[in-house]
């Protein structure tokens, strides 16, 4: 909820932080930012967890950034990861059709703008 805090979030800000297994709630409802940077949770080979990690984030706007959750294999919880950010556009990534995802509900709730929103399964909105 750090409502002051805004613009981009560094795409290197967890650069040095390989071995980190969550990022649950980590920027909820910071609705000042405006952007996700790429890869800025990539290369987490221990990560499981982005549960809720940008919902309420009403500020964010533009494309999906790509290679958000690259080389990130064991990442299976993604409730409400994006619920709210309805101002993200371009194609949400099909996290779907991972095999080991345990939880989606809520996902990409709200993202209406994403151009592939209509093909994103209903578990996930």
């Known amino acids: 909820g750090c409502s002051g805090l805004t613009g981009t979030i560094p795409g290197d800000l967890f650069a040095n932080n390989s071995n980190v297994t969550d990022f649950y709630f980590t920027f909820a409802y910071c609705s000042g930012l405006t952007e996700i940077s790429a890869g800025l949770m990539a290369d987490k080979p221990n990560l499981t967890d982005v549960r809720n990690a940008f919902i309420g984030c009403i500020g964010i706007t533009g494309a999906f950034p790509t290679g958000l959750f690259t080389n990130c294999p064991n990442l299976t919880d993604f409730g409400n990861t994006f619920n709210g950010c309805r101002g993200l556009t371009g194609t949400a990534p099909a996290l779907w059709n991972r095999t080991n995802v345990t939880s ?6 709200g993202c209406t703008k994403l151009s592939n929103y209509s093909s994103i399964p209903s578990d996930w909105k």
């Open 104 to 109: 989606s509900s809520g996902c990409f709730s």
